[in-house]
């Protein structure tokens, strides 16, 4: 079975810019989950998604967005990117709510 | 969220046993205990998790205090490819959120 696939694997953007990343969970999954992992905060909840219904959020301001396909595939966007949104985000999915989580190889974004 | 503590790092030679210890000890009586790890360059890897009593799978056994404000994961003879950054996670089934700590970088050496 595939696992969770993330694309893209590595970005380069400029400041101001916006950026969308993509997220394949594992075949018949259906809670999604985002996380931003930095050197300085570690790693960090975004949001997670389960039946195209974002069903928690982390606490970071409203330049990031996500969604949730029928599909159960996600996507994250970023709007004015910023020189500190440099980061890898990584995506978890799991079978449905209270179950483990399997990660996805990350994307790593950098801003410029 | 419950706080956890861990050490910052550990060192093991391979193929011995290694305990890595964590304190949890404001967990609520719901949450259940996860680990994962995350080896270099890859996203995290779920491990083990448990509520009371303690647990086993293929690749660890994970131990649980009486009182619940502390566990230990236990690999039972490390490879090298245990190197990683192990993280205790205390959470409610309820609540999907991770919240990842600093977690324990664990070296093995050869």
């Known amino acids: 079975k595939a696992g969770v696939t993330q694309t893209p694997r590595y970005l380069i953007k400029t400041r101001g810019q916006q950026v969308t990343l993509s997220c394949s969970p594992i075949s018949g999954h259906r809670s999604v989950s985002w996380y931003q992992q930095t050197p300085g905060q570690g790693l960090q909840f975004l949001f997670e998604y389960f039946s195209e219904t974002q069903r928690n959020k982390g606490n970071f301001p409203g330049r990031f967005s996500g969604r949730q396909f029928s599909n159960s595939r996600s996507e994250m966007n970023v709007s004015t990117l910023e020189l500190g949104d440099s980061a890898l985000y990584l995506c978890?999915?799991?079978?449905?709510?209270?179950?483990?989580?399997?990660f996805g190889p990350g994307t790593r974004l950098t801003v410029l | 969220d419950a706080k956890t503590t861990q050490p910052n790092s550990m060192e093991s030679n391979e193929e011995e046993p290694v305990h890595l210890p964590c304190n949890h000890s404001t967990i609520s009586g719901t949450d259940y205990i996860h680990w994962y790890r995350q080896l270099p360059s890859q996203g995290p890897e779920y491990v083990i998790h448990?509520?009371?009593s303690n647990v086993n799978n293929r690749m660890a056994s994970l131990a649980i205090a009486e009182d619940r404000k502390s566990s230990t994961l236990i690999l039972h003879r490390a490879t090298l490819r245990d190197a990683a950054v192990y993280y205790c996670?205390?959470?409610?089934?309820?609540?999907?959120?991770?919240?990842f700590g600093t977690g324990t970088r664990l070296t093995i050496i050869p």
């Open positions: 978890a999915s799991s079978l449905r709510l209270r179950q483990e989580q399997f």
């Open positions: 448990g509520l009371t």
């Open positions: 996670i205390p959470s409610n089934f309820g609540n999907e959120k991770l919240t």
